[in-house]
């Protein structure tokens, strides 16, 4: 079965990077869209980035941009989450998701996604 798994959350000061990964297996890495969205507590889960499966390109909400960068491996059926500037707002559990049959309209969209992770905890203190 398809399973994604996250790693590399953590507490850290305002300020810092952290990386976050996700290795998925079970599924045909090269074909899927990854993402990563968050969720803080009492919020809804929210887009944060995400990398197409074709060409690669990224695509970030406002308050990742500049700061956080997506990648992905495809040899490894990782992608990443480097995030830069950590501020306290960013703290949240973060999960990545992928789905094969992605369009750039419905990227933000979490309903679109067929498989998630178990999300990592990211906690930035002031």
């Known amino acids: 079965q398809v399973q994604l798994v996250e790693s590399g959350g953590g507490l850290v000061q305002a300020g810092a990077s952290l990386r976050l990964s996700c290795e998925a297996s079970g599924l045909t890495f090269s074909r899927y869209t990854t993402a990563w969205f968050r969720q803080a507590p009492g919020k809804e889960r929210e887009f944060v980035a995400a990398i197409f499966r074709s060409y690669g390109r990224a695509y970030y909400a406002d308050s990742a941009k500049g700061r956080f960068t997506i990648s992905r491996d495809n040899s490894k059926s990782t992608v990443y989450l480097q995030m830069n500037s950590l501020k306290p707002e960013d703290t949240a559990v973060y999960y990545c998701?992928?789905?094969?049959?992605?369009?750039?309209?419905?990227?933000?969209?979490?309903?679109?996604?067929?498989?998630w992770g178990q999300g990592t905890e990211v906690t930035v203190s002031s």
């Open positions: 998701a992928a789905d094969a049959g992605l369009i750039l309209s419905s990227l933000q969209n979490p309903d679109q996604y067929d498989y």
